[in-house]
């Protein structure tokens, strides 16, 4: 049993059997949340939601995404103060938001059957299936939870359960340091990345013919 996640409560004294160690993918039957945490909902895909393989006991981190109309770039007009939006600007922005979180409970909905019953999908496929993953959180990681799902675009990675164990001794349980990340935006990629900026190509356009009066 060392080195294998939990995933479900295992009472002392408890007889271990291989359901205590793998996920049933049905519904949630119970959730208890770690002392002075908060327990909430995320909703993922296929993509999203690695695959929707993420089981309770797993621990994942939350990257938000916010689109460019979010970061609206306008200019101001110093005379009347009006407002004008700046078109043509990348204002795509990407950031680790959250490291760490504890997946307390899944649910998945039932597989896709066909008209005897029979499943339509063995799970290797994308069937744009959705997951709900429960998330243990502090108060302060439940705002911005709910702040990245109304407003942006949240996806969750899956870590290593080793990262959360002692290397000396898988039975006692750490917490890693978070991952010092700089977020990503348009110009990060090319000032760090080398992406390429579009070169701008002058263009003759043939003389049109004047119109007649």
Known sequence: MVGLVARKEILIGAQLTPASFSGTGGAITSITCPPGQRCISVQV??????????QPGDWVDAVVGFTADKFPVVTVNPQDESITPVAGINATSVKSLLQGLQVVGTLLPPPP????????????????????????????????????????????????????????????????????????????????????????VEALLPAQASPRP
């Not at 059957?113 to 299936?129: K, Y």
């Not at 990675?157 to 006692?172: A, E, G, H, M, Y």
């Open 113 to 200: 059957t066909d008209a005897n019953g029979n499943p339509v999908s063995d799970g290797t496929t994308l069937n744009g299936q959705q997951e709900i993953v429960v998330l243990s959180v502090t108060a302060q990681q439940a705002e911005l939870v709910k702040f990245a799902q109304m407003d942006g675009s949240m996806s969750l990675v899956l870590r290593s359960s080793k990262d959360f164990q002692d290397p000396n001794d898988p039975t006692i349980p750490v917490t890693p340091l978070p991952d010092e990340t700089s977020g990503v935006i348009l110009k990060t990629l090319v000032d760090e990345y080398g992406v390429l900026v579009p070169q701008v």
């Open 45 to 54: 895909d296929q993509v999203s939601g690695v695959g929707t393989l993420i």
